[in-house]
């Protein structure tokens, strides 16, 4: 098995769904606040967890800005 003995070793985002980031971050921060750290317009018209996946699976540099965003979240609320 090539799992890491430390957990802190392990992927940051490992096990975690765009889905449950899109969604943890709509509802921690709001969707006016992640338009405004993330200016995309799956953010700021119309915004849903729905149109925000499709765009992001489908937008790399998108995703990686999200799970940046929900990266810097979770350091911060330590």
Not at 20 to 27: E, F, N, P, R, S
Not at 41 to 70: G, I, M, N
Request: aromatic letters at 6%; a positive charge.
């Amino acid at each position: 098995m090539n799992t890491p003995q430390n957990p802190s070793q392990r992927p940051p985002l490992e096990g975690i769904t765009l889905e449950k980031i899109v969604t943890q971050l709509a509802d921690t921060m709001g969707w006016d606040a992640m338009a405004d750290a993330i200016p995309i317009r799956c953010f700021t018209h119309d915004p849903s967890v729905k149109s925000s996946l499709k765009f992001l699976r489908k937008t790399p540099w998108a995703r990686e800005k999200v799970e940046a965003l929900y990266l810097l979240r979770m350091r911060q609320a330590r």
